[in-house]
């Protein structure tokens, strides 16, 4: 596997899109997607835990692309920002179509929950929340929360269901229902 360029080889995502902008090629399309891949992979890395694969990349990827080709400067927010939603709502996408086998009803609430409230603390701050803020929001202990995050990804036999409990008592909004 090809070592990871530093930082600094890697250029800004918002100076890489203008020089798109302005001289639109194949070249600017690729340096482009190498400004985006950093992003690409910590967003693939939050809803993939531990399962990023190239096919879940690969949709990061079309996200940045359909960003590219739908961004209005003139709604007031960044080419970062937008394309950064374009980049989690394929991954997201992608996730839940490739979650082949049936998950646990309450895990797949969860995990909306999860992936709520990381789209609403990305609108508002630009920022992706860390897992312990998720896990304050959503009322989960943090190794729950992991728990949860990789069902669907692999079999539920292989989900501790034991682990995913809340952290302060709310009667009858239990994630699992002790």
């Given at each position: 596997?090809?070592?990871?360029?530093?930082?600094?080889?890697?250029?800004?995502?918002e100076?890489?899109?203008?020089?798109?902008?302005?001289?639109?090629?194949?070249?600017?399309?690729?340096?482009?997607?190498?400004?985006?891949?950093?992003?690409?992979?910590?967003?693939?890395s939050?809803?993939?835990?531990?399962?990023?694969?190239?096919?879940?990349?690969q949709?990061?990827?079309e996200?940045?692309?359909?960003?590219?080709?739908?961004?209005?400067a003139?709604?007031?927010?960044t080419?970062?920002?937008?394309?950064?939603?374009?980049?989690?709502?394929?991954i997201?996408?992608?996730?839940?179509?490739?979650?082949?086998?049936?998950?646990?009803?309450?895990?797949s609430?969860?995990?909306?929950?999860?992936?709520?409230?990381?789209?609403?603390?990305?609108?508002?701050?630009?920022?992706?929340?860390?897992?312990?803020?998720?896990?304050?929001?959503?009322?989960?202990?943090?190794?729950?929360?992991?728990?949860?995050?990789?069902?669907?990804?692999?079999?539920?036999?292989?989900?501790?269901?034991n682990?995913?409990?809340?952290?302060?008592?709310?009667?009858?909004?239990?994630?699992?229902?002790?």
């Amino acid at each position: 596997m090809a070592e990871e360029p530093t930082s600094d080889a890697n250029p800004d995502l918002e100076t890489a899109f203008r020089e798109y902008l302005l001289t639109p090629g194949e070249e600017q399309l690729a340096e482009l997607a190498v400004a985006a891949e950093r992003l690409i992979r910590h967003f693939a890395s939050i809803y993939a835990p531990g399962r990023v694969t190239e096919d879940v990349l690969q949709a990061g990827f079309e996200g940045l692309l359909k960003a590219v080709k739908k961004y209005d400067a003139s709604r007031g927010c960044t080419f970062t920002t937008y394309a950064g939603h374009c980049i989690i709502g394929e991954i997201r996408h992608h996730v839940r179509k490739e979650a082949s086998h049936r998950r646990l009803g309450c895990i797949s609430r969860l995990q909306d929950r999860v992936d709520q409230v990381i789209s609403e603390e990305f609108s508002r701050t630009g920022t992706v929340p860390t897992l312990s803020d998720i896990a304050l929001r959503v009322n989960v202990r943090e190794e729950g929360l992991i728990q949860a995050m990789t069902a669907g990804w692999v079999s539920l036999d292989e989900v501790n269901l034991n682990r995913i409990h809340s952290k302060r008592y709310e009667s009858f909004r239990l994630p699992i229902e002790d």
